[in-house]
Nanobody
Framework: QLQPVESGGGSVQAGGSLRLSCVLP????????MGWFRQVPGKEREGVAG????????SYADSVKGRFTISQDKAKNTVYLQMNNLKPEDTAMYYC???????????????????WGQGTQVTVSS
């Protein structure tokens, strides 16, 4: 069972930045895509960014487009989520996710995901 491990969450003021990291050993040859989701209590999990492992093509939710950037460093077995100009509404638990099957969702839909991380909390204060 592959288990992504997230880090980098924390508390920041509005307008600030954070970079989340997700380590998953061997992901570059065992996954089709990697994604970042977020969830607040009482709401559905939202796929905010995804990246295709082989091509590095990316996809973003409209709510984060232009502010968040997903990237990967295969040599370090790590996927990143750079979050800039953070807003209070970005406050959520952020999850790294991995998909092994070919899909058109860039790992931004839960049904494309085979492995989930435990999550890291991001809190943005106004």
């Amino acid at each position: 069972q592959l288990q992504p491990v997230e880090s980098g969450g924390g508390s920041v003021q509005a307008g600030g930045s954070l970079r989340l990291s997700c380590v998953l050993p061997g992901y570059s040859y065992s996954t089709y895509c990697m994604g970042w989701f977020r969830q607040v209590p009482g709401k559905e999990r939202e796929g905010v960014a995804g990246i295709l492992t082989y091509t590095s093509a990316t996809s973003y939710a409209d709510s984060v487009k232009g502010r968040f950037t997903i990237s990967q460093d295969k040599a370090k077995n790590t996927v990143y989520l750079q979050m800039n100009n953070l807003k209070p509404e970005d406050t959520a638990m952020y999850y790294c996710a991995a998909g092994r099957r070919t899909s058109g969702s860039y790992c931004r839909l839960p049904d494309a995901i085979d492995y989930w991380g435990q999550g890291t909390q991001v809190t943005v204060s106004s």
